[in-house]
């Protein structure tokens, strides 16, 4: 089995390093598929800007030059990615950018709810009433619907993401839930199990034991990714991972090439 990582951020959003110098150490530590997804964020069609965490509109062809231009000098395979941060209403002008024929996957992420961003604040969660905090979970559920509905992106990424902080609902969500992974299933996208939930409060990976097995028993693909912002981070407990996945009863993980998605087996 090959050691990939796909979700990793560099300076062209959120990340502390350049494609480079990600690069460099990735090798160093036995990577031998490295895939960068930058924050794809913009609040409209036509949008000039884009917050300080996201890639800027003026640098999209930076960031596809800058990653081939390292991927040619690399010794190990190098992909190019985007995390589609996911809005109400986004698919109308996230269609085009999602279908740059050089992006070899696109990842779908929700961190949104509304206008309300639901992983950078945990005094928002802390301000909730028990019927905000219910409706924000559920809110978050039918944005990752209908993100996969959109039919734009390869991967959803860390799903549950809404536990983050540890604020759980005391609602019954199984149905936002059931209709969000039923709609990744249609749309054919790979769920990731992203690491980097164990580093957080809740103390888990994205997403939880339960909804893995779910997307397992609907036959849905997964791949392992840490969201690395530095690259020391870049296969962050991937060991774990693997062992928690093989668990579950998934034998191959998914890879992706060209937006050809292809699998290997799973080693633990
Ligand atoms: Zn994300
Ligand atoms: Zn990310």
Not at 80 to 95: H, M
Not at 138 to 163: N, Q, T
Request: hydrophobic share 40%; aromatic share 12%.
């Amino acid at each position: 089995m090959t050691r990939a990582s796909y979700h990793n951020h560099t300076v062209f959003s959120d990340g502390a390093e350049t494609p480079a110098d990600f690069l460099r150490q990735a090798v160093a530590q036995g990577i031998e598929i490295l895939g960068f997804s930058d924050h794809y964020y913009r609040e409209g069609p036509g949008a000039e800007t884009a917050p300080e965490w996201a890639l800027q509109p003026r640098l999209d062809d930076a960031y596809f030059q800058n990653v081939a231009e390292v991927a040619a000098a690399a010794p190990i395979e190098v992909r190019v990615g985007l995390e589609f941060d996911w809005l109400e209403g986004s698919a109308a002008w996230y269609a085009k950018p999602a279908a740059d024929p050089r992006l070899d996957y696109a990842i779908g992420s929700v961190h949104f709810v509304g206008r309300q961003s639901i992983d950078t604040d945990r005094a928002f969660w802390g301000g909730l009433s028990a019927d905000e905090l219910n409706a924000t979970h559920r809110r978050y559920w039918e944005a990752v619907r209908d993100m996969a509905e959109s039919r734009l992106f390869d991967i959803a990424g860390h799903l549950d993401l809404c536990k983050k902080f540890a604020f759980y609902p005391t609602e019954d969500l199984t149905a936002p839930i059931r209709d969000a992974l039923d709609a990744i299933k249609a749309a054919d996208m790979v769920v990731e199990l992203n690491t980097s939930g164990w580093a957080k409060d809740c103390r888990e990976c994205y997403p939880s034991e339960a909804i893995l097995r779910a997307c397992f028993r609907r036959e849905i693909p997964v791949t392992v990714s840490a969201d690395a912002h530095r690259a020391c981070f870049a296969c962050a407990n991937f060991p774990r991972a693997y062992d928690l996945l093989a668990r579950v009863g998934y034998r191959r993980l998914a890879r992706f090439r060209g937006r050809e998605r292809f699998f290997e087996p799973l080693e633990p």
